[in-house]
C-alpha cells in the first residue's frame, strides 16, 4: 500500500500522472509494500549461501605479482619517509626543487579550452582528434614531408606511447606477414612485454657494447643483417631508453641502407622528440630519413616527456605507406584493432596538445620550454658526472654515467 500522500496524489491526478506517482509510491524506500518485497529478497539470498558470503575469495589462489620494475620503483618511493629521497625510476622532469613540471604554454592551452563555452565532452571517433593527428604526423616527420603531402600516412591518437606501440604490435601481428620484432639489447623494459602481448614474436639484436660504454655498431649491422626478410625492426628515434647512446646520422644512413635492401619493417618510438638535442627538428632526422626514401614504416609518438603530458596519455601511431589508397584501408583496419579494446581514445590531452600545435606563438613558446628542460637535464648529468668524477675511481664513473636513463 502506498504511504497517504501518494494515495492522495493518485486520486486527483489525471491518468498519466497517477501511474508516474504509482511508479514513484512503488519506489520510495517508505512504501511497505517496497520493505516487504526487500525483507523477503534478503531472506531469499540468505537461504542460498554463496561462496563470498562464506568467506572464502575465488581468487584466494592467486599469486602477490611482482612490482612493474620501473613504475614499483616510485611506489617504494612514495612509501619510503626520507626526506632525502630521490627516484631514479621512471623518468619524469622534475624542476630544481625536485617538484612535478606543469609547462605554461599547457596551462594556457587548458585555460583556453576551459573558456571555451562551446567544447563539449562527446566521444571522439575511434581513430581520435583529426586534427592532433594531422598535427603530429607533421611534428615528427617534417611540415614539407613527401609522405604527407601525398596522403600516404595513416595516423590515429592512441594512448600515450605504450599504447601506440600496442596498437602497432597487434596490428602487425594480425595483418602483416612477418610476426617476429627484434629490439635493441638492452631496450626499455616494457617493449618485450608490450609487442608479446600484441601477438608478435620478440627477438634482440646487439645495440649497446658495454666494454667500451658506445654503440655496439657492428653487433647491431650483423644481427639485423641476419635476420629473416621482413622481419619488423624496433628502432628508438633518440635519446635511446636506457642507454642514451643514439646512432650519428652516418650510422643511421647505413642502418636505413641495409634495412631497406632486406625489406625489414621499421617500427619508430619516439618518446623523446626534442628532449635529446633540444630540438624537435634534429631528433627527428632519423625518422624523416627512413620517410624520405618513400618506403613504409610505423612511428609511436608520445607527448608524455616533451610536453609534460604524462598522465594526460596522450600519443599517436602513424603508419606511413606507399600509397593514399593503401593508407585508407590501414586507417579502417587499425579501427578494428581499437573499438575492442578502448573504443575511443581520451579528449582532453589530444586538445591541449592540438591548441599547443596549431598556434604558430604558443608552439614558439613550447620550443622554448622544451629547450629550457633538455638543457637542464644535459647540464643536471654533466654536474652529476664531474661530481661522481671527482669522488670515484674513473672506471666506474664511466660506466655510471653512461647508462643514460631517461
Ligand atoms: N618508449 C620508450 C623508449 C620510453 O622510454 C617510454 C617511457 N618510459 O617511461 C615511462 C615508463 O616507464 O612507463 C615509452 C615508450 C612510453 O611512454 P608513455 O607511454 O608514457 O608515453
Not at 28 to 44: E, F, G, V, Y
Not at 49 to 68: C, I, K, R, W
Not at 328 to 351: D, F, T, W
Request: hydrophobic content about 40%; proline content about 6%.
Amino acid at each position: 500500500m502506498a504511504p497517504a500522500n501518494v494515495r492522495a496524489a493518485q486520486a486527483q491526478a489525471p491518468s498519466a500522472d497517477r501511474r508516474l506517482s504509482t511508479l514513484v509510491g512503488h519506489l520510495l524506500p517508505s512504501s511497505p509494500r517496497r520493505a516487504a518485497a526487500d525483507t523477503s529478497a534478503t531472506s531469499t539470498l540468505e537461504s542460498f549461501p554463496t561462496m563470498a558470503s562464506q568467506g572464502s575469495s575465488v581468487f584466494a589462489a592467486l599469486e602477490q605479482a611482482p612490482e612493474d620494475p620501473i613504475l614499483g620503483v616510485t611506489v617504494a618511493y612514495n612509501k619510503d619517509p626520507s626526506p632525502v629521497k630521490v627516484n631514479l625510476g621512471v623518468g619524469a622532469y622534475r624542476t630544481e626543487e625536485g617538484k612535478p613540471l606543469v609547462l605554461n604554454v599547457v596551462r594556457r592551452a587548458e585555460q583556453m579550452l576551459i573558456n571555451n563555452p562551446s567544447r563539449v565532452k562527446e566521444y571522439l571517433p575511434i581513430t581520435g582528434l583529426a586534427e592532433f593527428n594531422k598535427l603530429s604526423a607533421k611534428l615528427i616527420f617534417g611540415a614539407d614531408s613527401p609522405a604527407i603531402q601525398e596522403n600516404r600516412v595513416a595516423t590515429v591518437q592512441c594512448l600515450s606511447g605504450t599504447g601506440s606501440l600496442r596498437v602497432g604490435g597487434e596490428f602487425l601481428a594480425r595483418h602483416y606477414h612477418e610476426r617476429t620484432i627484434y629490439i635493441p639489447q638492452p631496450t626499455w623494459g616494457n617493449h618485450p612485454k608490450v609487442f608479446t602481448l600484441s601477438g608478435l614474436n620478440v627477438r634482440s639484436y646487439r645495440y649497446y657494447d658495454p666494454a667500451t660504454c658506445s654503440l655496439h655498431f657492428e653487433g647491431l649491422l650483423e644481427d639485423l643483417g641476419s635476420a629473416p626478410s621482413g622481419s619488423i625492426v624496433l628502432l628508438h628515434a633518440c635519446a635511446h631508453n636506457p642507454t642514451g647512446v643514439d646512432p650519428t646520422i652516418e650510422q643511421w644512413e647505413q642502418i636505413r641502407q641495409l634495412m631497406r635492401s632486406k625489406s625489414l619493417l621499421p617500427f619508430f618510438d619516439s618518446a623523446y622528440q626534442g628532449f635529446a638535442s633540444g630540438s624537435l627538428d634534429k631528433d627527428a632526422q632519423s625518422v624523416r630519413m627512413f620517410v624520405a626514401d618513400g618506403g613504409e614504416l610505423l612511428m609511436a609518438q608520445s607527448y608524455a616527456k616533451n610536453m609534460g603530458l604524462y598522465g594526460e596519455r596522450v600519443g599517436a601511431l602513424s603508419i606511413v605507406c606507399k600509397s593514399a589508397d593503401v593508407a585508407v584501408r590501414v586507417e579502417s583496419q587499425l579501427k578494428l584493432v581499437i573499438r575492442p579494446m578502448y573504443s575511443n581514445p581520451p579528449l582532453h590531452g589530444a586538445s591541449i596538445v592540438a591548441t599547443i600545435l596549431r598556434d604558430s606563438e604558443m608552439f614558439n613558446e613550447w620550443t622554448l620550454e622544451l629547450k629550457a628542460m633538455a638543457d637542464r637535464i644535459i647540464n643536471m648529468r654533466q654536474q652529476l658526472f664531474n661530481a661522481l668524477k671527482s669522488r670515484a675511481r674513473w672506471h666506474s664513473v664511466s660506466l655510471i654515467t653512461c647508462r643514460n636513463p631517461w
